[in-house]
């Protein structure tokens, strides 16, 4: 495993009975880097980060964040080391309001406990007044700011994409988890993701790893793009050098280019 990488997967393994998903795959990810997972449905992208959050168990090899062994953590606790993620189906609390998200979000950083909560003291005064600004403060970079009183579920669809990523940055994390955040958007919509996912890693020094179909978006952000087909890594590399692979285009087109 390299030394200077924060996030480290060692000959990973993940079977689900008789059914290999996820075969053998060692892979690297440094600080403020973007790596992008491609490949077609069904390839193992999202068992991988179902693995590295701890939801699968893996039947052999190792994981590893900062240096320190994550397999087999229970997901609460992979994510307070700052592993933060969004999901392919959004996921967002919708029955309450775009604040209240990101307050859930930063349940583990109040530093009160249900006394002084119920009690309303100045710790929790305090905290909640800090939390609410930091909240107020991610909301802006994603110009989600005027929607912060509004219920989640009547955001409009691409907001709450974004939402789901602010919500998952509220968490505070080192590594940060995208399944497929432009699924759904309109070209305007998924053009302006790019620029913004690309700002995250300068301003919150964040390392990415993404899934995503889209290939534009994929091409115009990441640092590596690692392919996948049936579990399996089939080719890694620049943007510019998966583009041209062969195996890639065979994988995704279903016939070899010759």
């Not at 309303?120 to 600004?133: D, V």
């Not at 802006?140 to 929607?147: K, M, P, S």
């Not at 890694?236 to 195996?247: L, N, V």
Request: glycine fraction near 10%; charged fraction near 20%.
């Amino acid at each position: 495993m390299a030394e200077s990488a924060l996030l480290e997967l060692a000959s990973c393994t993940v079977r689900f009975g008789g059914l290999t998903a996820v075969d053998d795959l060692t892979l690297d990810v440094a600080p403020q880097e973007l790596v992008s997972l491609i490949g077609p449905n069904g390839a193992g992208k999202t068992t991988v980060f179902n693995a590295i959050m701890g939801v699968y168990p893996l039947a052999s090899g190792g994981i590893r964040l900062a240096g320190r062994d994550i397999a087999g953590l229970a997901p609460h606790r992979v994510a307070k080391l700052g592993v933060g993620r969004t999901f392919q189906n959004i996921r967002l609390f919708k029955g309450i309001t775009v604040l209240d998200n990101l307050r859930a979000a930063m349940h583990q950083d109040g530093d009160y406990d249900l006394l002084r909560a119920a009690a309303r003291s100045r710790t929790w005064a305090a905290t909640e007044s800090r939390l609410e600004a930091r909240a107020m403060e991610l909301l802006a970079v994603f110009g989600l700011e005027a929607r912060a009183g509004e219920l989640a579920g009547g955001l409009p669809y691409g907001e709450q994409r974004r939402l789901e990523i602010v919500r998952a940055l509220a968490t505070g994390p080192r590594l940060l988890l995208l399944d497929e955040p432009a699924a759904g958007m309109n070209p305007a919509e998924t053009q302006h993701l790019m620029g913004l996912i690309r700002s995250l890693i300068e301003r919150y020094s964040l390392t990415i790893l993404l899934i995503e179909h889209d290939m534009k978006l994929v091409m115009g952000v990441s640092d590596r793009v690692v392919v996948l087909n049936y579990g399996r890594e089939i080719a890694a590399g620049t943007p510019q050098e998966i583009a041209r692979d062969p195996a890639v285009i065979e994988a995704y087109l279903g016939e070899p280019v010759h």
